[in-house]
């Protein structure tokens, strides 16, 4: 990939260790990854990009927002209520991590979609503090590894559990397995999107910086994006609060 280098760039007068993001150095990474999507899709119909800022400060969101990106994609409670009480207007908030229940009801008037359910029991949590909440359930793609989501066996019927309840079930979400051969990972994400559509749902959040193209050839909807458009982080400071400087 050419263009921006994908790390953070120091600036005179910051503070050590900080890094420097600009709308312009984002929205000439998102228009490199909009032209890898597009050599990617193998058929019609809109990718959205979600921009996930866990680990940067909210400038970082300042940066995308101003870049053109509207879609904010947050890992941790904390960091996603923090960030949304300075964020510009017109974000739309995913929530990509576990659902923590004791967080649910400070959370729930804030997130636009929530990415990762993936249990009866966040189900009722979220359909009591939530009703009619837009929600993914999370597909688990790699048994053993260390990540949250429903056997695919199991999916079908936490989705109808989901819709029974009231919640508003948009798609699926998945992570694909880590250091996998190409084809190991597209398989999987293939595995995911015939599920989905079996089951008559339009929206799929598959895909990362490492794998995304491969996500989009099977028909990801969504792709959360975090290093893609704003580098790698370095520095001492990098995952703290205000760690990134807007340029």
């Known amino acids: 990939m050419t263009g921006t280098p ?33 050599r990617a899709q193998r058929g019609p119909g809109p990718v959205t990009v979600i921009a996930v800022t866990k680990g940067w400060g909210p400038a970082a969101v300042a940066a995308a927002v101003g870049a053109g990106i509207q879609d904010i994609g947050e890992n941790y409670a904390q960091d996603l209520l923090s960030k949304y009480s300075t964020a510009p207007a017109g974000v739309r908030w995913h929530f990509l991590g576990e659902l923590q229940r004791n967080k649910l009801s400070r959370l729930a008037p804030c997130v636009y979609l929530w990415h990762g359910l993936d249990s009866e029991g966040e189900v009722l949590a979220l359909a009591r503090r939530r009703p009619a909440a837009a929600v993914l359930v999370e597909v688990m793609v790699a048994p053993g590894e260390r990540r949250h989501g429903a056997a695919p066996e199991k999916v079908p019927a936490l989705v109808a559990n989901a819709v029974h309840a009231g919640l508003d079930v948009r798609g699926l979400m998945a992570v694909g397995p880590a250091d996998a051969p190409a084809e190991e990972v597209r398989r999987c994400f293939g595995e995911v999107a015939r599920l989905g559509r079996s089951l008559g749902l339009p929206e799929l959040s598959m895909g990362m910086t490492a794998d995304f193209e491969l996500a989009v050839a099977e028909g990801a909807t969504m792709v959360r994006l975090g290093t893609a458009l704003f580098g790698q982080r370095t520095g001492p400071d990098a995952a703290g609060p205000g760690a990134v400087t807007l340029r």
């Open 6 to 38: 994908m790390t953070g760039t120091p600036m005179t007068g910051t503070p050590a260790g900080a890094l420097v993001l600009s709308p312009e150095v984002v929205a000439e990474r998102l228009a490199q990854v909009k032209d890898r999507i597009a």
